[in-house]
């Protein structure tokens, strides 16, 4: 098979998938399923504790099927990440956790100076850590430097839809990195999902592309082919890119 | 399912690939079969005709199982690519065939002047013509009103593995249809079959981003993958692009 | 100086502007000042010929100082553009002219098969025509054949402001031809004429992003300096596109 | 006039230049002259001082029409830029400098977190810290609130040639900062520069793309007009982009 491994744990599918923006949790149930992914990524935030009588995520999405990977979104300093994550592993015992500290609201980027202090500290704490962060390939370097176990650079930004900006960074994050690279955010589309996996990414993690689809389940199934067909590309190794049909004619300054 | 007709014959694979270029029969019918092809295009003129106990293509490829559709490569006229029709159907009663008219060896772009006289002259005769072309709106027209079975456009020069290069062409000759459109040459990778599919064409046509790729067996999979995925995410309906997050802030002029 | 030539007339700029879509005249020939153009494009059925008290664009553009291109933009076989040009020359005496065949209305792409049986009418006749067409390589080439003056490829649409889709085609184009390769239509902005001239073309002929712009006649300027930087750096001769800092690290698949 | 200013100087030519990678000081003082550049950026560790009678840079471009901007070039740690800025204000007076603080020698990409502590330090003991960094919109708001006067993201790696390849990063970055923001490395042609003035940068900061041109002086003569032209366009209102020529169709989902 093609598994990957993050902190020990082996993986085959290479789609991770939100639980926002959803209908209500059955269709979220059902495009997790036809997405085949096996990772869930969940916001600690917006896990409801209060009501005990309302629906819950977990009685759709069943925890011992499914890996559950709790996310930090909606936190905006390293101190607040941090507190969400302790909480979530005292309540649900998760280890391995997905870390956002953003730097605002409006783009919802990441502040990568409270991002690589978080993952210090997590990482120190017995977290396997992995973290969204800018395409910046000095700064993955960094994180990976701080204990990260995946390094999950923003596509575009979130929420966007508008496929990945810049293949540039993203290869040199792949080239440069000990531990697995994915592709968090940005992804509009199917093709954008097969473009992450060709440029050697391990995975992709996406949540709006699938959610706000006119179909959801559709669409989540459109991403689980997507992804498996960029993978291949990539291990199939591609031809080159040409000018002409000849093949003597390799390509001049233009492209 | 998801089946798409042209001249009356229906397909459940979107996917058409050829017959070039590869090591050998037995490699071209081991990509034939990952790729889940059921129309494989083969070019009269490189037809073995001479030597009897040379191995030929229909002992790997069964013409029973799949449905061998002519070219044309390798024709300048269209008087010459209308012989060669008459013949391929003569000796294999072949009748739905894919038309080439090529204008010059370097960068085999087709000859639409020839093109559209040669579709003419075949359509009257009898033949169901699917046609290479330029990715011209007007021309597509032209091709349709002289009774073209299929229209298929280029995405970039044959043989170069450019990608698709004007997706608003492709997409506007989508619009005006009434036959299917495939796109045919240009494709180098999973991730530009699957955005031909998202344009809305019913199908792609390759031969050469298998054929070449270091693994052809391993990309004739990924390329199954990746025309179903783009058609699944063409039909569940895309997320709108944002700027921003935030879904109030739609895209300015920037994007 | 660095001139151009077509039809035996020689020109400094490379930037020819239309006449169409202004506030008024005054604004028109404020921005055609600013553009340096020395060259101007008429509609010919837009020009008014009934009313002799109405202002007149002559009245604010000299066609002393201008020469004037009268174009066919409207006509949609070979004869009505044919009678078009006709009229006009026996009206002005104009010889070199701008033949638009559209196929249709929508999106005003032209209908290659009647642009060039109005070329080859055309020509014998003993007009200059500069042609507007798809950027078809082969179609170009055909255009050329017809006894065209100038070959003036779209980049994009009529009135999109969508830029140059298809770099690939309007290079082919620029090395096949004998004669002047102009892109017509689809600027949006400056970049986009720079671009224009960077792939070698000869000059750009625009009109809606200089009217439409908020400041038309800022925007004209604009676009005078970027056709003579991209002219500038076509001849500069650009530095070779590399993957990392380290010249010894050419460019790999990626790009 | 269309100047800017940067800690209470006041430019107009919104072009910087480099000095390395000429042949000799003449090329590079004629390339300066042909750039219309106000400031030429001077690494300060390549500066000859050992040998006294070896052409000085200085004899050929002269200090007292051209601000000279020392920069950290080949520095890859905080102490190490902020030694060399202060031996550079000690031996010449230097204020207003630029700052890089590289992550590593394969892509000259900066160290983020080095950087902004250099900035810091820097802002503290008085310069005016002009401040190379990722196209990180986040990371650009710390620089600014570490003292930074002016912001200059990479459009791509330094001597790549690629062009801006993230048009929504540099755009966040414009629209957030109080600073002015000049797009510095990934250049390649003028209309790469053309587009970092259209998306509101206040300059632009080139080296390679003169230098390694084939003719350095026409291309920075290019360079200086395309910079221009950008210029213009960004505050000329650059028309909206539509699909169609009809200007009641509006750009679909596709662009």
Redo the contacts between chains.
């Keep these: 098979g093609d598994s990957w491994t993050v902190a020990g744990r082996i993986f085959n599918s290479r789609l991770i998938v939100g639980t926002g923006k959803y209908r209500d949790f059955a269709q979220n149930a059902a495009a997790v399923e036809a997405s085949g992914a096996e990772i869930v990524t969940v916001a600690v935030r917006r896990v409801n504790v209060s009501d005990r009588n309302a629906p819950m995520l977990t009685d759709f999405i069943d925890p011992k099927k499914y890996t559950y990977l709790p996310n930090t979104a909606g936190c905006f300093t390293a101190d607040d990440a941090i507190r969400t994550l302790r909480l979530a592993r005292e309540a649900g015992g998760w280890n391995l956790v997905k870390l956002e500290v953003l730097?605002?609201a409006?783009?919802?980027?990441?502040?990568?100076?409270e991002t690589?202090r978080a993952t210090e500290v997590l990482a120190k704490d017995g977290f396997d850590v992995m973290v969204y962060c800018?395409d910046?390939?000095?700064?993955a370097?960094?994180l990976e430097d701080a204990g990260a176990v995946a390094i999950m650079p923003l596509g575009?930004?979130?929420?966007?839809?508008?496929g990945i900006?810049?293949?540039?960074?993203i290869?040199?994050i792949v080239e440069g990195a000990k531990v697995p690279v994915l592709v968090d955010a940005g992804v509009?589309?199917?093709?954008?999902?097969?473009?992450a996996m060709?440029?050697g990414c391990d995975g992709v993690l996406m949540n709006?592309?699938i959610a706000?689809?006119?179909?959801?389940v559709?669409?989540a199934?459109?991403?689980?082919?997507?992804v498996?067909?960029?993978?291949?590309?990539y291990?199939?190794?591609?031809?080159?890119?040409?000018?002409?049909?000849?093949?003597s004619?390799p390509l001049g300054?233009?492209?």
């Design positions: 730097g605002e409006k783009t919802l980027y990441p502040d990568m100076i690589v800018v910046d390939p000095i700064g370097k960094r575009a930004p979130i929420g966007s839809g508008l900006q810049n293949q540039v960074t290869r040199l509009g589309t199917a093709s954008d999902a097969a473009v060709e440029l709006t592309a706000e689809a006119k179909d959801p559709m669409m199934r459109a991403m689980k082919l997507a498996e067909s960029g993978r291949l590309a291990r199939a190794g591609r031809m080159g890119k040409r000018r002409y049909a000849d093949p004619s300054g233009l492209i």
